[in-house]
């Protein structure tokens, strides 16, 4: 299969940005991926060949909905749980409503123990710009109103610094940190990655990222009215698990594999 009709798995609107890199990221042989996905997170973690990711290159384009995602979370009860803190009862599969999806996500060992990598990615400056306010639905909106201020208050009493994750600003990024919180409840610990990829100039005229300086920069500028710069890059116990969350780079082209 060509580098071509790889992309095209994708679909038109997704063979640039942040989305064909993540595939890249993820497309090879075991060992290939699992050394990838472990550069991201050293010294905090390691992905081995026996571990799971989503999506797994263009053999299976899927993200991760983590209530969802049996090879990630094999207990179904923990699953319902994660399902259950976000979206108001009933469920329905015609339902519109959706927990978040990952653009990777993977098991690994931190500190000896399983628990699971997450990755938000992007790729230019337009990619920050669109994840501001929820889109969920009406009926939705205070289950997850809910769910990120009880994060917000569990997240202050366990690092000592204020948190205003929220769903009407920043909700991507609060999302990702919530669910990262979440998890850790559930006894998982966990590494969340903010993944610049470097020097996308296919976005012109969007601004890309042109070193880890400049994504870094940006990243902690956008997350400043969430929580502390403190935050980043550093280990802390929540629910007397590892939360590591880390701001980390890649240079990949959109169009052709990782070496």
Not at 27 to 45: C, D, F, N, S, W
């Amino acid at each position: 299969m060509t580098n071509t009709s790889k992309l095209q798995k994708l679909g038109s609107k997704a063979q640039r940005g942040s989305k064909p890199r993540c595939h890249w990221l993820t497309h090879g042989t075991r060992e290939q991926v699992a050394k990838r996905l472990t550069e991201l997170i050293e010294p905090y973690g390691k992905v081995s060949v026996n571990d799971h990711w989503m999506p797994e290159g263009f053999c299976d384009t899927q993200e991760a909905q983590l209530d969802k995602a049996c090879k990630l979370l094999p207990k179904q009860e923990e699953r319902d749980k994660l399902r259950g803190w976000w979206l108001e009862a009933p469920y329905n599969a015609d339902s519109r409503r959706r927990t978040p999806n990952w653009d990777i996500a993977s098991t690994c060992k931190i500190s000896g123990k399983d628990g699971l990598l997450l990755v938000e990615a992007k790729a230019h400056t337009g990619e920050l710009k669109v994840e501001d306010e929820t889109k969920a639905s009406q009926e939705n909106l205070q289950q997850i109103a809910a769910a990120i201020k009880e994060a917000n208050i569990a997240l202050y009493g366990q690092t000592g610094l204020s948190w205003a994750l929220s769903h009407e600003s920043r909700y991507q990024m609060s999302n990702r940190f919530a669910w990262s919180w979440k998890l850790a409840e559930l006894g998982y610990p966990v590494i969340l990655v903010y993944l610049g990829f470097l020097k996308a100039e296919e976005m012109w005229p969007n601004d890309f990222f042109s070193d880890h300086a400049n994504w870094a920069s940006l990243i902690k500028k956008h997350s400043r009215s969430l929580f502390s710069e403190k935050i980043w890059n550093n280990k802390w116990k929540v629910h007397g698990q590892l939360f590591v969350p880390l701001i980390r780079s890649h240079e990949i082209p959109h169009d052709a594999p990782v070496e």
